[in-house]
């Protein structure tokens, strides 16, 4: 039993054959799954298709690529989404340098609210980081984000960053990268982070693990994610998937 934590399965590379795609991840293991909304045209779709699976599940937030594009009513529209059963997170949202859409000082305004909503409906939240580690780490603490806690998405930091972030109540999640032969980072991470920290993710269609690099990313690969996991920490397939689901469980409060 697995639980990916990090889908998008509302992007157009999947609009042909979503239901495909959610039957080959059920085959391969993977029964939970969390949606991942950060726009006007992705969030609907996100809850719609949350509603249309009962182990599938919605997060809801503003990408940082995009910080300059929100507005106070989006903001109040994801506070009112907050409280559908089916959303279990805020974001994803943080900080991007990669590209210059929106200058910096309008991503850390925008983190900042979005911190300040989760606060305020007591969510967690979902970091997305790009070129932005000590801003992100920074302004985490600065906003006192530990209150809810979350999701570092994609880690790719180094151990000693995990830690702090650990610290401020966040798991985190590894990806596809952790399959890459010369990503060593990923590697060290899932070697010095205790299970009871850790998370499992394919942010498909985007970074398909070994030896489906390049290709279209898809829930069902999750299970190469947790593969290298276990290999990693000597553990089996299922001790990664049982405390992997077992922490996502936790962290998004379902009760099951």
């Not at 998008?8 to 799954?33: C, P, S």
């Not at 699976?53 to 300059?68: K, L, M, N, R, T």
Request: charge should be negative.
């Amino acid at each position: 039993m697995l639980f990916d934590t990090h889908v998008h399965l509302n992007a157009e590379q999947f609009h042909e054959d979503r239901e495909e795609v959610i039957n080959r991840a059920r085959e391969a293991g993977v029964q939970y799954m969390v949606v991942v909304g950060f726009d006007r045209e992705t969030i609907p779709l996100a809850i719609e298709i949350a509603e249309s699976h009962d182990d599938i599940y919605a997060a809801v937030g503003w990408h940082p690529v995009d910080a300059i594009d929100m507005e106070q009513a989006d903001l109040d529209w994801l506070e009112e989404l907050s409280s559908h059963p089916k959303v279990v997170a805020l974001g994803e949202m943080g900080l991007d340098y990669h590209w210059d859409k929106s200058p910096a000082d309008v991503q850390k305004e925008i983190f900042r609210k979005q911190i300040a909503l989760a606060k305020k409906v007591n969510m967690p939240i979902i970091i997305h980081n790009r070129e932005a580690t000590q801003d992100i780490v920074d302004l985490l603490k600065e906003e006192n984000a530990g209150e809810v806690g979350g999701i570092m998405h994609c880690y790719s930091g180094s151990v000693e960053i995990a830690k702090e972030c650990i610290d401020m109540n966040f798991y985190i999640s590894l990806g596809g990268p952790v399959t890459f032969k010369n990503a060593k980072k990923p590697k060290e991470v899932a070697e010095a982070i205790g299970m009871e920290h850790l998370l499992v993710e394919t942010d498909c269609p985007f970074l398909a693990p070994h030896p489906n690099r390049g290709t279209r990313n898809e829930p069902a690969y999750v299970k190469l994610v947790a593969e290298k996991v276990a290999e990693i920490k000597g553990l089996s397939l299922e001790e990664v998937g049982q405390q992997t689901t077992k922490n996502s469980f936790k962290l998004f409060r379902l009760d099951k």
